[in-house]
């Protein structure tokens, strides 16, 4: 792999918040130094609500082709993710954390993106009891979920905007989609430090499943879907066994038909299908939903690019 400075591509770090402490703030030096060595266009994108303000000025000062986005207030992680990666303008783009910019190697990152034409995801060494679930809750939904996998991801411009062209596109740029056609290579992250969870992470985790399980409605739709036709044939049997019953049989008992053929047509039928029309309603919601492309509100900047 070479190391010489790139001089016919641009590189874009976006960051979907800024959550640098003392250690984070010194991190982010290091890295535009060394986007700096190893390409001449660079740039770097920190998305914000506009609640560290008093900050701004110094990181202008300290760092160079910088761009300062402000949203608005109380959007959501994953949402900030896309908004930022949509306002990167580089051929290569890297989607990262505060958290975790200490602990990835970026340059080599980009490059194996650029080189293999494929996403790029770092990943933490190690085992989680929550793999097997999240794997069959991620295929499903139809995305390559993986516990260790990291917030930290490379993507060649290509595939990024294949990615934020999709409907459930805030999933798309966390974990990869498993449709065979999208290239993913896993990169192991040895120097991830392990850390007690925030409650904001958390409660981030808790976003991610609950965007998971509306992103698995069309696959449980079809298995209702299924399970409903069972139902019905169910149904239908029960209620030709109570006919025949009610011929063959002297002593049954008044009104045990008219009941048998109401509980045959309704009571199973009708919990299936309100379980379906829960999750499907919530999947046209994210369907109707209008959030793409008005997220950014300002933008402030060293450099124009």
């Not at 079809?222 to 019953?245: K, N, R």
């Amino acid at each position: 792999m070479t190391t010489s400075r790139r001089e016919d591509v641009l590189v874009s770090v976006c960051f979907a918040d800024a959550e640098f402490d003392a250690a984070g703030y010194d991190a982010l030096k290091r890295l535009a130094q060394a986007l700096n060595e190893s390409f001449r266009y660079w740039e770097i994108l920190i998305l914000d609500d506009g609640s560290r303000r008093h900050m701004e000025d110094d990181l202008l000062r300290a760092i160079e082709n910088l761009r300062l986005l402000r949203t608005s207030l109380g959007m959501p992680f994953y949402r900030r993710r896309v908004a930022v990666a949509a306002e990167a303008i580089g051929d290569l783009v890297l989607l990262t954390a505060a958290e975790e910019i200490g602990q990835i190697d970026a340059i080599a990152l980009l490059r194996t993106a650029e080189q293999d034409g494929a996403i790029v995801v770092s990943r933490k060494p190690g085992w989680s009891a929550l793999n097997l679930p999240l794997r069959v809750l991620g295929r499903t939904a139809g995305f390559q979920v993986n516990a260790q996998d990291m917030l930290s991801a490379a993507f060649p411009r290509t595939l990024l905007n294949r990615l934020l062209a999709r409907r459930d596109r805030e999933l798309a740029v966390r974990f990869p989609p498993a449709d065979g056609l999208t290239p993913v290579i896993w990169r192991l992250c040895d120097t991830a430090r392990g850390k007690g969870r925030s409650l904001r992470e958390t409660r981030r985790r808790f976003n991610l499943l609950h965007r998971l399980l509306v992103a698995s409605a069309p696959r449980v739709l079809a298995l209702l879907g299924l399970g409903s036709l069972l139902v019905v044939l169910s149904a239908l049997a029960y209620i030709a066994y109570a006919i025949i019953v009610w011929l063959v049989m002297d002593d049954v008992q008044s009104g045990w038909l008219t009941t048998s053929v109401v509980l045959g047509l309704t009571s199973a039928f009708l919990g299936t299908a309100i379980f379906g029309l829960s999750i499907g309603l919530q999947n046209l919601i994210e369907l109707l939903a209008t959030n793409a492309g008005d997220d950014v509100l300002e933008e402030r900047s060293a450099v124009d690019l």
